[in-house]
């Protein structure tokens, strides 16, 4: 029997870096490549790790190619997980291996170092005595030297002896993942009427499978968490191995919905954000594209992991700005979560008790499934909500808290209750600056200013990370004792609250004191269990918290967000404020809220104060129409930086002179962007509006092309932005 020779193929290999397309490489004869698997190839003179992304043979190509130096010995990337990620390049209008390297992230991180376990092997010692036979005897499962010396009660000399005898031998283990199976039978929590019909309708979509979208919109703690816990379990029930994703803006939240998860399935989730030391990553990784890891709780990155049978995603707290990517490859969580569901043709939930008002159109016009709890659960019931006018009461000079927030402080620590003091600014104060020249601190080659941090007695940009001890002299004028602190920050309000109320445990939450999931729960359970009578915090605790005896929220400065603004500043200090206020009174005691601002006519705070949402949102949509902007409309911005200011302007010249003439596109720019430089590097700006019929993302793809980028420029486009700076 004579067999035909293989047609020789040809690899397509995206690599992890921005590279516009996949390259071509030669298939080795034997190696037998599918699309998804991991290899090696070379790139010029270095070795790198790759995707491959098609196969096509080799007939009619006679440029000779470099061959795939090997296949890895790690799990393909599913197909769907591919199209994910050409999908998000696209739409970001980047190149796809940016998008590839955040899917690679845990594959490249190193694995879990093996364990050194000692076992008995069932030979006799030579010599034995009473300390050896209590080491064999606890040496009938494999174990760690210390621990089995703790369990015998023996020195680490008899072990040795012991392994050298034979009668112990040393094996080196892997440590297991340990990603137990979700028990969906497990009790489930009492359900009122809203939850239960939420519920229903989530299960219908579940039962009719394919591509579902549902914006899960509840009041503060109306129990949204407890109604998505059951759209899991009837996942989990329809298929045993469905995988299931949650997303969450802030890794402070993910101890409490993890501990949520394993309460309901028995079973503890899997958590994916930057603080997962990299071996665990590694596991994760590999056990998410095994589909041995059921359920992940995990940050916007989460959704680029190699999910084997993904079934549905959540997007918990969906309006939250956090789930946008501001550097790098930039996305919006949110909509690439809409995008995979719909790649996976799974369902997904969005939900917030203060929609985005995208999600919120979408609701609106059939797009997405519109499921409402209006109610509290159980007992609880919303907040009184009350403005204090601050020109009418201003704080003391050199304070920041007014009488009436004071006295109802006193009031709520006199019952034995606690206060929360909301203001959405870390540190001490947020500008330093020379009584003698007037000098304003900021971080070196870059406009954004000093914030003074007391706890740590430095300085530090918020933007660049810079640091410096705070000088005792200007550093401009050489004045000393001069540098005065203006403003408040959360240290700043915590002092003013330990002068008031020098009996009081007071605490400050903000990721400046809360640096990794192991410190908020710790701050997130010290305050659940009434350790803490004050906390001043900025918003890592103004969503998805639950605190007993919480019962008064203080915004500090409920203006701070309106200031300077952007499309989206209204409705953004809506959905912070409402968060915030939202905390109080969620069980059996009555909450209340108090809102320090110096425009208690501003819609905002009209809004708030009514505690009617819809008005305001209709009131934003009909400016946002009128505008054309979005939901209505469509928005994208080119940054433009470089270090020399001449070159950077003529590129930015040449790319507005470039710009397409397509209708239904209005382009603004080139203009100086409002933090004009960092890092010693200047910024320009273009804000480019489009109608929503209007392929933004082929617009702006062909604008981009039409000018090449100097070597010192850096151009960024960035589909949606939400920072303006």
């Not at 997980?81 to 970001?92: D, G, K, P, S």
């Not at 008005?615 to 930086?641: D, K, N, Q």
């Not at 070159?647 to 002179?657: F, I, M, P, Q, S």
Request: aromatic share 6%; glycine share 8%; hydrophobic share 45%.
């Amino acid at each position: 029997m004579v067999t035909t020779p293989l047609m020789p193929r040809i690899a397509s290999i995206l690599l992890p870096l921005p590279l516009p397309e996949a390259f071509d490489y030669a298939e080795p004869e034997g190696m037998a490549l599918t699309v998804g698997d991991q290899v090696v190839v070379p790139l010029g003179p270095r070795m790198l790790a790759g995707v491959v992304t098609a196969l096509r043979d080799a007939a009619g190509h006679n440029r000779p190619l470099k061959p795939v130096m090997e296949r890895r010995e790690l799990a393909p990337l599913p197909a769907k997980t591919l199209a994910f990620i050409e999908w998000a390049a696209r739409y970001a209008v980047d190149a796809p291996g940016q998008a590839l390297a955040i899917a690679l992230r845990g594959a490249r991180a190193p694995g879990p170092r093996p364990e050194r376990l000692i076992v008995a092997t069932g030979e006799a010692p030579k010599r034995p005595t009473p300390a050896r036979e209590r080491v064999l005897e606890a040496a009938k499962e494999p174990m760690s030297a210390v621990a089995l010396a703790a369990a015998a009660e023996v020195s680490s000399g008899v072990i040795r002896g012991l392994i050298e005898d034979g009668a112990l031998e040393v094996s080196l283990t892997v440590p297991s993942a340990g990603f137990d199976a979700p028990d969906p039978a497990r009790p489930a929590a009492t359900l009122n009427p809203s939850q239960a019909a939420a519920v229903t309708a989530l299960e219908g979509l579940i039962t009719a499978g394919g591509f579902q979208a549902a914006l899960l919109d509840g009041v503060t703690g109306s129990g949204k968490t407890e109604v998505y816990l059951e759209a899991v379990a009837a996942v989990l029930t329809a298929d045993p191995a469905a995988q299931v994703l949650i997303l969450l803006p802030e890794i402070a939240l993910t101890q409490a919905v993890i501990a949520r998860f394993e309460q309901r399935f028995g079973a503890r989730p899997a958590e994916w954000h930057s603080g997962i030391a990299p071996p665990r990553r590694r596991q994760i990784w590999e056990a998410v594209a095994a589909g041995e890891c059921r359920i992940v709780i995990g940050a916007r990155s989460a959704l680029f992991l190699p999910f084997a049978t993904l079934r549905l995603i959540v997007v918990d707290e969906e309006h939250d700005s956090s789930y946008k990517q501001e550097d790098g490859f930039i996305y919006q969580a949110r909509d690439l979560a809409v995008a995979r569901a719909k790649i996976e043709d799974i369902q997904v939930v969005l939900a917030s008790a203060t929609p985005s008002l995208e999600s919120l159109w979408n609701a609106e016009t059939g797009r997405y499934r519109w499921l409402r709890l209006t109610d509290r659960h159980g007992a609880a019931v919303l907040p009184e909500i009350q403005l204090i006018d601050l020109r009418e009461n201003p704080p003391e000079h050199g304070r920041w808290l007014s009488a009436p927030l004071v006295k109802a402080m006193a009031q709520t620590y006199g019952r034995g209750e606690q206060s929360l003091l909301f203001l959405n600014r870390r540190g001490y104060a947020p500008v330093v600056l020379c009584r003698a020249c007037g000098e304003r601190m900021t971080a070196p080659d870059t406009e954004s200013w000093l914030v003074e941090h007391r706890y740590t007695g430095r300085l530090v940009c918020h933007l660049t990370g810079f640091s410096m001890p705070k000088p005792d002299r200007c550093p401009k004028c050489g004045a000393k004792d001069s540098l005065v602190s203006i403003g408040p920050g959360v240290e700043r309000v915590e002092e003013e609250c330990r002068s008031l109320f020098p009996e009081a445990r007071v605490a400050v939450f903000s990721s400046d004191t809360v640096t990794d999931a192991d410190a908020a729960r710790r701050m997130i359970d010290a305050m659940a269990d009434g350790e803490i009578d004050i906390l001043v915090a900025t918003q890592v605790a103004a969503k998805g918290h639950n605190f007993p005896s919480l019962t008064l929220v203080g915004v500090v400065d409920a203006d701070l967000g309106l200031r300077g603004g952007d499309l989206r500043a209204g409705e953004r200090t809506y959905q912070l404020l409402a968060q915030a206020t939202g905390r109080a009174g969620r069980h059996d005691r009555p909450g209340r809220a108090l809102i320090q601002t110096y425009a208690p006519d501003h819609p905002v705070m009209l809004a708030l104060r009514r505690q009617d949402r819809d008005a305001f949102v209709a009131a934003e949509m009909g400016e946002r129409e009128a505008a054309g902007l979005p939901p209505f409309g469509r928005l994208a911005a080119v940054i433009a930086s470089g270090p020399d200011p001449v070159a950077l302007e003529t590129y930015v010249r040449a790319l507005a002179a470039a710009a397409p003439n397509a209708p239904g596109v209005e382009v603004y720019g080139p203009a100086d962007a409002p933090l004009g430089l960092i890092r010693g590097r200047r910024r320009k700006r273009f804000l480019v509006r489009a109608d929503r019929n209007v392929d933004l993302q082929a617009f702006m793809a062909a604008w981009r092309a039409r000018v090449r980028i100097p070597s010192s420029v850096r151009a960024t486009i960035d589909v949606d932005p939400y920072s303006f700076l």
